[in-house]
């Protein structure tokens, strides 16, 4: 049940109340005091359960609420019960800790206390009692909700769905069975719908509210774009920013052009929030529609996001995003390994006149920039290009894929 960045999977397979109550035991180690809360998949209530019967320090309950407000109260130590955006038949759990995800060093720390502890009898559990204050505090630290239209998913946000003017999909629904809890272009007809229909904007959350997607009028707004427009709109010139490997060139670009200080981490939510940390940033943005803004929390909060860009005016962002007219195309090859220090030295052959390889190799020329990296999660390895004409993306493109089947190692 231990994953790359969280711990989750099927109930009853890889994920029991048994291993919840040793998983109970084993979070211990990081703190004497324990802050959860839920989504509202099936099965929670078994696992919250087993977790608090397990660990033997103060706990408290929110009861059902968006990772990112636990983790709003997680100066200690937390947990999210939550399969983020994973299918319905799927648990799992995010700890958290001094209001962020645990790193992959500290989540391997959390497994081998768990292997510890994970033999013997478990007791049986007993359901908490839940916090009578609630999620006030977190609530307060919200900015004020402009007129937009925001997509609950029938996920974790619909605890909170009083702060919203305008919802939809706001019932909880907990095996997604009216909307995936992945906010996709596929999953987002409704509110695509709405929007432009209602000449206005829509957010949208996945399943625990820790990512957002934007559409506006209609069209749904690239991550790039929204995290530059972030930038220019909230964050005083100067301020360190840091994005994943896998965004834009062209956004790094603006960003560095417009007084700002941008740096890439590798890809991944909790890569980029390492980095940030470690680089003392103020703002952090990770491809899929993570975003941090430290001077809240340092963990990913959409809901946070989006309030505090639904003040924004209708139209604002399509017209932001005509600074931006880079061709993007992506795809992968499954099922083969890159020799990477091969790689490399193939492409820096070519005279980039830029090359990254933190995390696979990115590499700009003059025409195009492309990125090849093995996946974290999966046995394939990524491309994606950009370039200033669809006909230099789609040569790209050939060519990084070609580079992939010269250092493929199986």
């Known amino acids: ?36 809360g839920m989504d509202y998949r099936r099965n929670n209530g078994i696992l919250l359960n087993s977790l608090f019967s397990g660990f033997e320090g103060e706990k408290t309950f929110f009861g ?5 407000a636990i983790a709003f109260y997680s100066q200690k130590l937390g947990a999210s019960l939550t399969a983020s955006h994973n299918p319905p038949e799927y648990n799992g759990i995010k700890p958290l800790q001094k209001q962020r995800s645990f790193y992959v060093g500290e989540l391997a720390e959390l497994k081998k206390e768990f292997e510890k502890h994970s033999a013997g009898k478990t007791p049986k559990a007993s359901a908490p009692e839940e916090d009578s204050a609630g999620l006030e505090a977190y609530v307060q630290s919200i900015p004020e909700v402009g007129n937009a239209v925001f997509d609950l998913a029938g996920g974790a946000a619909c605890a909170l769905k009083q702060i ?29 719908s709405e929007t432009r229909k209602n000449a206005c904007l829509g957010f949208a959350f996945d399943g625990d509210a820790d990512r957002c997607v934007a559409v506006d009028s209609g069209k749904l707004v690239d991550t790039g774009v929204l ?7 909230f964050l005083p010139k100067g301020s360190k920013i840091v994005l994943t490997l896998d965004f834009q060139q062209e956004v790094f670009t603006f960003l560095e052009d417009n007084g700002f200080k941008p740096e890439y981490s590798p890809v991944g939510d909790v ?27 340092p963990y990913s909060d959409g809901i946070y996001f989006s309030a505090a860009l639904s ?19 992506s795809d ?23 090359i990254e390889t933190m995390d696979g190799v990115k590499a700009s020329f003059d025409e195009y920039t492309f990125l090849i990296r ?17 006909e230099s993306a789609v040569h790209a493109l050939g060519v990084a894929k070609q580079l992939v089947s010269d250092c493929k190692t199986a």
Do not use: W
């Open 374 to 390: 093995p996946s974290n999660t999966q046995p394939l390895v990524r491309v994606s290009v950009e370039a200033k004409s669809r």
């Open 332 to 354: 992968s090859v499954p099922g083969v390994s890159v020799d990477l220090k091969k790689l490399e030295e193939m492409v820096k052959d070519r005279n980039p006149s830029r």
């Open 311 to 329: 003040q924004t005016k209708a139209g604002e962002f399509n017209e932001f995003a005509k600074r931006f007219s880079s061709v993007f195309l």
């Open 227 to 233: 995290a530059a427009f972030f930038a220019s709109n």
């Open 1 to 36: 049940m231990f994953r790359t960045y969280d711990i989750r999977g099927v109930f009853g397979k890889d994920i029991t109340p048994e291993s919840f109550y040793f998983l109970g035991k084993a979070l211990g180690k990081f703190s004497d005091t324990l802050v959860a």
């Open 164 to 192: 919203f003017p305008k919802t939809v999909f706001s019932e909880p629904d907990p095996l997604f069975v009216r909307h995936s809890a992945e906010p996709t272009p596929d999953a987002l007809g409704g509110l695509v």
């Open 271 to 297: 890569f980029v929030l390492k980095r940030a940390e470690e680089a003392k940033a103020d703002f952090a943005a990770e491809k899929s529609g993570h975003y941090s803004v430290f001077k809240h929390i």
């Open 64 to 68: 059902v609420a968006p990772t990112p």
